[in-house]
């Protein structure tokens, strides 16, 4: 075995996963390879270390069935349709998000972000509720520079959308994270405007017409509209790319705010 090959085996090695005869072969490359030796005491480190942050961040024991659950019982329908959110959103397991996991980072942030007060927020309460998202998901960057934020959360699109809200001074940008929701690169971005807090979700790969709502004309385009309870939503598409907006804001703000009415003026 040389040293290319016994490297692609170090991870299952030290899980103890390979057949016995792979597994003796390694073994006796790394006893006589010192560099790959090296990589090995590396690679268990670096386990070492992940572990120890994985375990801090776990998710109650059967919180993944109990959200796995709600999907079903939300009907198979997509997870995007702005009705499932609710849905999901207003279960139990919603409740205990507080210490979400790793498995549901996604889902942590869609719906703290969505169900955080739409009335208006204090520069603390802003920065509290944003510390709160960090350390719920780790890959949250908390930013006003929309350089950085929109190269991080859009670090997996293919088609890196602009986006004239990241620029405009009516907003303030809070941070940005990236995320995968049914393996849709999103890039998601926290904004406050006129002391309101507003989630961006960009899509890229979704159809405007599998998302719930009424179509509405605005502008130069359509856009589709939803409310529930306090939440409103507004969607439009650019291209390959999907933009929501979610916010406690009047559905007239929202729609003031779409990229199809900004094209149109
Ligand atoms: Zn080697």
Not at 79 to 108: C, Q
Not at 169 to 192: D, K, Q, T, W, Y
Not at 205 to 228: H, M, N
Request: hydrophobic share 45%; aromatic share 8%; with cysteine.
């Amino acid at each position: 075995m040389n040293c290319m090959q016994a490297r692609k085996y170090l991870s299952a090695f030290m899980d103890s996963e390979l057949d016995v005869r792979t597994n003796i072969e390694v073994l006796e490359h790394v006893e006589m390879c010192g560099a790959c030796a090296q990589r090995l005491e590396e690679q268990r480190q670096l386990k070492g270390l992940v572990a120890a942050h994985v375990e801090s961040i776990r998710a109650p024991e059967g919180l993944r069935a109990r959200i796995m659950a709600s999907l079903t019982a939300a009907g198979g329908r997509r997870l995007l349709s702005w009705a499932t959110w609710r849905e999901v959103a207003s279960t139990e397991w919603l409740k205990a998000s507080a210490v979400a996991a790793s498995i549901i980072v996604v889902f942590g942030l869609v719906y703290g972000v969505l169900l955080a007060p739409p009335t208006p927020l204090n520069e603390g309460a802003v920065r509290a509720h944003m510390a709160w998202l960090g350390d719920q998901v780790p890959s949250f960057m908390v930013t006003h520079d929309a350089r950085k934020a929109r190269g991080y959360a859009f670090v997996k699109f293919v088609r890196k959308p602009t986006v004239p809200l990241l620029d405009d001074e009516a907003f303030e940008l809070v941070g940005a994270v990236p995320a995968e929701i049914e393996s849709m690169n999103v890039g998601h971005f926290v904004f406050r405007y006129k002391a309101v807090t507003v989630s961006m979700f960009i899509f890229e790969g979704l159809d405007l017409d599998e998302i719930a709502g009424t179509e509405k004309r605005i502008g130069d385009g359509f856009v589709k509209v939803d409310s529930r309870g306090r939440m409103n939503l507004v969607a439009w598409k650019t291209g390959e790319i999907t933009y929501f907006l979610v916010s406690g804001l009047p559905q007239s703000d929202l729609l003031h705010i779409s990229g199809p009415s900004r094209a149109g003026r």
